[in-house]
Nanobody, 121 residues
Framework: QVQLVESGGGLVQPGGSLRLSCAAS????????MGWYRQALGKQRELVAT???????NYADSVKGRFTASRHNAEHTVDLQMHMLEPGDTAVYYC???????????????WGQGTQVTVSS
C-alpha cells in the first residue's frame, strides 16, 4: 500500500501564491504518475497537473501559465507551485499517484486526504 500526505493549503488573497507538497510513503516499487486533482464544492473532481516518471507534465488548461508541478522521483514527492490564484481555484486539492507496491503487483491509484485551498479577499 502507498500512503500520500499533502501539505501547504490555506487561505490566500486573489493574485497570491501558494505551494502544495505531497509525499508518498509505504510499500513503493514504482510510481508511474504523480499529480494533483481538485474538487470544488458541488463540482466533480478534476485534473490540475500530472507528472510522469519520465518528467512529462500535463496541465489543465485553466492553470497553464499560473501553476507549476514538479516531481522528485528519488524522494517520492510532487509539488504544485501556484501563482496568480483566482477565486475559481478554491477547492480541496488531492494528491494522486498511480503506483505499484511490489515487483509483481498491479498498478493502483492512490489518493491523499486532501488539503483546502481558499482564494478570497
Amino acid at each position: 500500500q502507498v500512503q500520500l500526505v499533502e501539505s501547504g493549503g490555506g487561505l490566500v488573497q486573489p493574485g497570491g501564491s501558494l505551494r502544495l507538497s505531497c509525499a508518498a510513503s509505504g510499500s513503493i516499487y514504482r510510481i508511474d504518475v504523480m499529480g494533483w486533482y481538485r474538487q470544488a464544492l458541488g463540482k466533480q473532481r478534476e485534473l490540475v497537473a500530472t507528472v510522469t516518471a519520465g518528467g512529462r507534465i500535463n496541465y489543465a488548461d485553466s492553470v497553464k501559465g499560473r501553476f507549476t508541478a514538479s516531481r522528485h522521483n528519488a524522494e517520492h514527492t510532487v509539488d504544485l507551485q501556484m501563482h496568480m490564484l483566482e477565486p475559481g481555484d478554491t477547492a480541496v486539492y488531492y494528491c494522486n499517484a498511480v503506483a505499484t507496491s511490489t515487483m509483481w503487483g498491479s498498478r493502483q491509484t492512490y489518493w491523499g486526504q486532501g488539503t483546502q485551498v481558499t482564494v478570497s479577499s
